[in-house]
């Protein structure tokens, strides 16, 4: 079936440490999206990617980082700069390739929940 | 930039009763609007969406929502909500030609058997 893949599930990383939560996609999409979800603040889009080797910030990049080395991988790396990091990651895709038609209708995954200690 | 509304962050409704939440957004232009919903233990998916065309969309479960564009806003509504409703409905929008999805907060529908 295709879909989504995020791993790990659950996440548990000490103050001062970088993590990386994997995003794998077979949906052949174009373009991925990580969001961060926190109770009562929905979901907020931290980057995204509409093509390989190319991305951009969203709203709350700061203290993350991405690559988009092949279509179906958009890593995220939380690093230590990153000053509240426990959350739940939220990674999406989307076969739209700009214009109005078809609008950005995203797939998601199930999650990473990330706690720090 | 854009930004959404929604109203109500916890509604408690009993089975059969009708249900409307609601959603504005601020943007002055062209707009694709969605309602998400998230079942528990479940993925984020979509309900419904509106692209152009008729205001009134209607989506899975028996679900359907009105584009009001004088009013900014894309209230969802479903006249008979079940248990199985209870879930958490996020509202969405991206401005025509974009490509970012903008979220609302999120609401919390439990429904009382």
């Known amino acids: 079936d295709g879909g989504i893949t995020q791993s790990p599930k659950y996440l548990f990383r000490k103050e001062g440490q970088n993590v990386t939560l994997s995003c794998e996609q077979n949906?052949?999409?174009?373009?991925m999206y990580w969001y961060r979800q926190d109770p009562g603040q929905g979901l907020r889009l931290i980057y995204y990617s509409q093509i390989v080797n190319d991305f951009q910030k969203g709203d709350i990049a700061e203290g993350y980082s991405v690559s988009r080395e092949k279509k179906e991988s958009f890593p995220l790396t939380v690093t230590s700069a990153q000053k509240n990091p426990t959350a739940f990651y939220l990674c999406?895709?989307?076969?739209?390739?700009?214009?109005?038609?078809?609008?950005?209708?995203?797939?998601f995954g199930a999650g990473s929940r990330l706690t720090v200690l | 930039a854009q930004s959404v509304s929604q109203h109500n962050h916890h509604v408690i409704l009993s089975e059969a009763a009708s249900l409307e939440l609601g959603c504005n957004y601020s943007?002055?232009?062209?707009?694709?609007l969605f309602w998400y919903v998230q079942y528990p233990g479940q993925h984020l998916q979509l309900l419904l969406k509106?692209?152009?065309?008729?205001?009134l969309v209607k989506g899975i479960k028996g679900f359907e929502a009105e584009f009001i564009k004088s009013k900014f806003s894309f209230n969802l509504r479903k006249p008979s909500v079940q248990w199985s409703d209870t879930a958490e409905y996020f509202c969405?929008?991206?401005?025509?030609?974009?490509?970012?999805?903008?979220f609302g907060a999120g609401t919390i529908l439990r429904v009382k058997s």
């Open positions: 969405a929008v991206n401005a025509a030609y974009g490509n970012k999805l903008v």
């Open positions: 943007y002055g232009g062209t707009v694709n």
């Open positions: 999406a895709s989307s076969s739209w390739r700009g214009g109005m038609s078809g609008a950005n209708v995203l797939t």
């Open positions: 949906l052949n999409h174009d373009a």
């Open positions: 509106y692209f152009s065309g008729d205001p």
